[in-house]
């Protein structure tokens, strides 16, 4: 590996700062010192850094020798100079890079050393202290959608139409709600499928659903205000809302949806709730009619605004998906988050808002300042891919085979987990909820758990890691839409000796 790229950006001063060849002694240990070059790294030959750096290659040689005589590097022959494997004990004592962040149990204590050690402002440690999923190895039960099944051949022969000779409107396009075909496809999918009362004008794309949320908060409340959030929920909201400055009220999620009203009882002057009302995440809870229309009267009332966070309403197995919050509200309060991320694939990152037409100029008018547009690359392939019927043709498709998988999942658990884990069938979603059942030996701690699967090669995500306060209920969350009959029957197996074996 070369360190040349990071070389360039060495401080020589050539004005009265001591000979150039000490400097650039001094600059480069400090790099193998604090692990900007690592150990076994690769330095540019004599030549090239000579040139890079305007120097001579006398005064480059000069200060490798000195490096060279005091351990930092070693040279290979044939093969040019490299950071020694083992530094000298001598001299400057070695700053240490901050190791990584770990998931598992002292997660958090080195998240707080590393905010404590830097002087993190509260909003860095609020970010910081969210918790995260696991990651995606590909095994199960990670979560998302299966890549797979993606008709990446469809998305490549439309993507090469438009990219290969583009148009200017395409190459320079600066509009900051999006590329106009993407947002009249979506207002005529949102209008047909999810009874969402818009037009074109009203949809603004952006990068993702989290961005959506945080640019909604910035145009809509102010630093400090208060905005309610399920808990159980989803970290990402939680951390879009942090970064606009808002401070998190959290509201109880029982069997109806969010219950606004004991989150107006715990936070009586928040402005915002954001609410998942047709698949509740990480609990798959259908808001009620009786809730939908409280919480919109709330908002009429307290003139305040609701986040509808639709993320995976195109997975719904039992009859067609459950119609938007936004289309029951006559006031305009509700600004409405679609993403493609979980429908189609990950690395997408598109997303969008529907906001009330009076409001549309002042979030454009945002957007522009924040980050001008969305990228503009996968925009017109979209809206072609949205046209052509292939994306209703793929939900289809996804459909029948995520409720097999969700049927397969349910009887392996009857099968391999019977007594141990319970899990009920959804009518939507991707994962399902796994509860400690009678014969699960002790309490469960779902935390310890995962990490024991994640040592076994299964990949799982713990229930009380979506509580933003102290946890309720232990239990874990299943992804199965990625994964085989076959693939979801050898981690059930897995799952069990784990939990045999747990402590």
Not at 106 to 126: F, I, K, P
Request: proline share 6%.
């Amino acid at each position: 590996m070369s360190g040349g790229g990071n070389l360039v950006a060495l401080d020589l001063d050539r004005r009265g700062g001591g000979p150039l060849y000490r400097q650039l002694y001094a600059g480069l240990r400090d790099m193998i010192l604090d692990g900007r070059l690592p150990s076994g790294s690769r330095l540019p030959a004599n030549r090239v850094l000579a040139q890079d750096l305007a120097l001579s290659r006398n005064t480059v040689a000069t200060a490798l020798q000195q490096l060279l005589a005091e351990g930092y590097v070693e040279t290979r022959r044939g093969d040019g100079t490299y950071v020694a494997p083992e530094l000298p004990d001598a001299g400057p004592e070695r700053r240490r890079p901050v190791r990584p962040l770990r998931l598992g149990q002292d997660a958090a204590q080195q998240r707080e050393d590393v905010a404590r050690h830097y002087g993190l402002s509260r909003r860095g440690r609020d970010l910081a202290a969210i918790g995260r999923p696991a990651a995606n190895n590909g095994a199960a039960f990670a979560p998302g959608p299966d890549i797979a099944a993606f008709p990446f051949d469809i998305w490549a022969r439309l993507l090469t139409r438009y990219w290969r000779r583009p148009g200017r409107e395409l190459a320079v396009s600066h509009d900051a709600g999006g590329y106009p075909p993407l947002k009249a496809a979506i207002a005529a999918y949102l209008g047909a499928m999810r009874g969402v009362r818009c037009e074109p004008g009203q949809i603004i794309v952006v990068s993702g659903a989290q961005q959506g949320i945080n640019l909604a908060s910035q145009v809509l409340l102010d630093h400090g205000d208060q905005a309610m959030v399920e808990e159980p929920g989803y970290g990402g909201i939680r951390g879009a809302l942090i970064a606009a400055g808002l401070r998190i009220a959290l509201t109880p999620v029982d069997g109806e949806g969010l219950d606004i009203a004991a989150g107006e009882a715990r936070a009586p002057l928040a402005r915002m709730v954001c609410v998942a009302p047709s698949h509740q995440h990480p609990l798959g809870v259908v808001m009620s009619l009786r809730r939908r229309l409280a919480l919109i009267e709330w908002a009429r009332r307290r003139q305040a605004w609701i986040l509808e966070d639709d993320y995976d309403s195109e997975y719904r197995y039992a009859g067609r998906p459950l119609a938007a919050l936004q289309g029951l509200d006559p006031t305009g309060r509700v600004i409405y988050v679609g993403s493609f991320s979980k429908v189609l694939f990950p690395s997408l990152r598109l997303g969008y808002l529907v906001v009330p037409p009076d409001l549309v100029d002042a979030f454009i008018a945002a957007r522009r300042v924040l980050d001008e547009h969305t990228a503009m690359l996968a925009q017109p392939v979209l809206a072609n891919f949205i046209d052509g019927g292939h994306f209703a043709a793929h939900v289809r498709r996804m459909r029948r085979l995520y409720a097999a998988r969700q049927a397969a999942l349910l009887e392996m658990a009857r099968r391999e987990l019977s007594g141990l884990l319970e899990m009920d069938a959804d009518e939507a979603g991707m994962h399902l909820i796994a509860r400690p059942g009678a014969k699960f030996p002790g309490a469960m701690d779902d935390g310890r758990l995962t990490d024991l699967a994640a040592a076994a090669g299964i990949v799982v995500s713990p229930l009380s890691r979506s509580y933003a306060g102290k946890p309720s209920r232990q239990g874990l969350m299943l992804g199965y839409a990625a994964h085989d009959e076959a693939a979801i029957a050898r981690a059930g197996q897995g799952l069990a000796a784990v939990i045999a074996a747990y402590p």
